[in-house]
C-alpha cells in the first residue's frame, strides 16, 4: 500500500455504483436477487476491482451504504480476496434553490465500522417528511407527491400503489436537509468524511445560478472539499492555474470556492460492472498519493501537485 519510493501516481475511480443502486444498469437490483444470483454478482464486482488499472475505488450508490458493505462481507469469505482500497460513499440530492435535483457526494473512510456507516446514514434527514433517511421513508415521500410529479418521471398512477414504483420514485426526487448532512458530517470522527460536489458533471452545482442565490453558491463551493468536473478550463480554476481563459473570472471564483485551491476529480459514474474504471472522455483521474483515506487528505491539501485529469500525468512515476 505505501510505496517505499513515496507516493506515486495512481488511477482512482471514485464513484462506481453497485446493484445496492436504484438506477444499476447491468442487470438486476440487489433487492430483486436471490443469494446465488448476488453472490455471484459480487464476484464479478471483485474480480473487476481486482484487475482493473485502477488502484483505489469508491462505491457511490445512491441513498445507501449497502453495496460497499456487500462487497467488503464478500470479500471476506470469498477465495479470492479484494487486493485494493474501496471508500464507502453514497451519492445524494440536496436541497438547494434549483430546478434541477441538485447531487452531493459523501466519501467516507474505509476504516469506518459498518455500525459507524449506519449511524452516519440515521442522521439524514428527508426534506418534506423530516424522516430518517431509509427504503421506508424513500417510499413515505413518494406518497407524498401528486400524479403529475410521478408521470413527469415516467410513472403511472397505477404505479403509486406500487412500493417498489414508489421506492423508485423516492429515489428520483428526494432530497436531503442541509442541516441533517451537517450534523451527520460533523458527529462522524476526525478527518473520516470528505464531500465531492458535482461541477460540471450530472446534476452539478455548475447549473445553480449563482447571481440569483450567491450565498447558496458559495455554501456549496467553500462546503466541498473536492469537486468533479471533466471539463480542462474548470479544472484550471479549481486547482488554482490562473490562464488566459480564466484570467477574467479567476479572482472572484478562488473568492467563492475559499480562496484556495481544491483537488479536481473525474469518476467513471459506471453503472454496470463492465465500465468500473472506463473514464468517458478519457478523463482518468489521476491521484499522488499513498492508495489509503489519509492520503487523499493529503491531496485535499496539497491539490495541485497530486491531482491530474487526464491520459496520464506529465511526470507520471509508474508503480
Not at 29 to 55: E, P, R, W, Y
Not at 127 to 156: W, Y
Not at 165 to 170: H, P
Amino acid at each position: 500500500m505505501n510505496d517505499p519510493r513515496g507516493s506515486v501516481w495512481r488511477k482512482w475511480d471514485l464513484h462506481i455504483h453497485t446493484p445496492a443502486s436504484f438506477h444499476w444498469q447491468g442487470g438486476p437490483h440487489f433487492g430483486d436477487m436471490k443469494q446465488s444470483q448476488k453472490d455471484t454478482a459480487l464476484a464479478q464486482i471483485l474480480k473487476a476491482v481486482n484487475n482493473s488499472s485502477v488502484g483505489v475505488f469508491a462505491v457511490m450508490d445512491y441513498w445507501t451504504f449497502d453495496g460497499y458493505l456487500a462487497i467488503k462481507s464478500y470479500a471476506e469469505s470469498a477465495s479470492e480476496k479484494l487486493s485494493k482500497p474501496i471508500f464507502p460513499g453514497m451519492e445524494l440530492r440536496i436541497e438547494a434553490p434549483v430546478d434541477f435535483r441538485l447531487n452531493i457526494h459523501v466519501l467516507l473512510s474505509d476504516r469506518l465500522s459498518k455500525q459507524q456507516l449506519q449511524d452516519f446514514k440515521s442522521k439524514l434527514k428527508i426534506g418534506l417528511i423530516n424522516k430518517t433517511l431509509s427504503d421506508e421513508s424513500l417510499i413515505a415521500f413518494a406518497k407524498k407527491l401528486d400524479a403529475s410529479v410521478a408521470q413527469k418521471h415516467g410513472f403511472t398512477t397505477a404505479d403509486l400503489k406500487d412500493d417498489r414504483k414508489l421506492w423508485e420514485l423516492g429515489c428520483k426526487t428526494a432530497k436531503v436537509t442541509r442541516e441533517s448532512l451537517e450534523k451527520a458530517i460533523r458527529e462522524m470522527p476526525d478527518k473520516t468524511c470528505l464531500i465531492v460536489m458535482p461541477y460540471d458533471t450530472s446534476d452539478g452545482l455548475m447549473k445553480l445560478d449563482w447571481a440569483k442565490h450567491p450565498y447558496d453558491d458559495s455554501y456549496f463551493m467553500q462546503s466541498a472539499h473536492i469537486f468533479e468536473t471533466r471539463s480542462p478550463d474548470n479544472i484550471d480554476l479549481f486547482l488554482g492555474r490562473r490562464t488566459k481563459s480564466n484570467e477574467k473570472i479567476f479572482d472572484n471564483f478562488m473568492k467563492t470556492l475559499g480562496g484556495k485551491p481544491k483537488p479536481a476529480v473525474s469518476g467513471s459514474d459506471a453503472h454496470k460492472i463492465s465500465d468500473y474504471g472506463a473514464f468517458p472522455g478519457d478523463r482518468i483521474t489521476w491521484i499522488k498519493a499513498d492508495p489509503t483515506f489519509e492520503g487523499l487528505l493529503q491531496v485535499v491539501n496539497e491539490p495541485e501537485g497530486r491531482s491530474f485529469i487526464g491520459e496520464i500525468p506529465p511526470k507520471l512515476l509508474r508503480v
